[in-house]
């Protein structure tokens, strides 16, 4: 998803993240299985969701520098090759 280099993100480490699951509110084990995962995992927690045909998954960062994408040398070179 958003590879982080981590040489820069393990020495900022005060960038915040935020991640959930949205499952059917109406699906049982979907909701379990959810609920095993925040227990796992504190940072994704779980929202039922009226949508009944889908699983939504967000994670995102929250105030990290551009200089900890992985592939930012990537974007430079195609930047200046243009």
């Given at each position: 998803?958003?590879p982080?280099?981590?040489?820069?993100?393990?020495?900022?480490?005060?960038?915040?993240?935020?991640?959930?699951?949205?499952?059917p509110?109406?699906?049982?084990?979907l909701?379990?299985?959810?609920?095993?995962?925040?227990?796992?995992?504190?940072?994704?927690?779980?929202?039922?969701?009226?949508?009944?045909?889908?699983?939504?998954?967000?994670?995102?960062?929250?105030?990290?520098?551009?200089?900890?994408?992985?592939?930012?040398?990537?974007?430079?070179?195609?930047?200046?090759?243009?």
């Amino acid at each position: 998803m958003f590879p982080v280099n981590p040489s820069v993100s393990d020495r900022l480490g005060g960038y915040g993240k935020i991640a959930f699951i949205s499952v059917p509110d109406q699906c049982d084990p979907l909701q379990k299985a959810a609920d095993s995962q925040f227990r796992l995992d504190k940072l994704h927690q779980t929202k039922p969701s009226g949508l009944q045909d889908r699983i939504y998954i967000m994670s995102s960062y929250c105030g990290m520098p551009l200089s900890a994408y992985e592939l930012l040398t990537d974007l430079e070179e195609e930047y200046f090759t243009r």
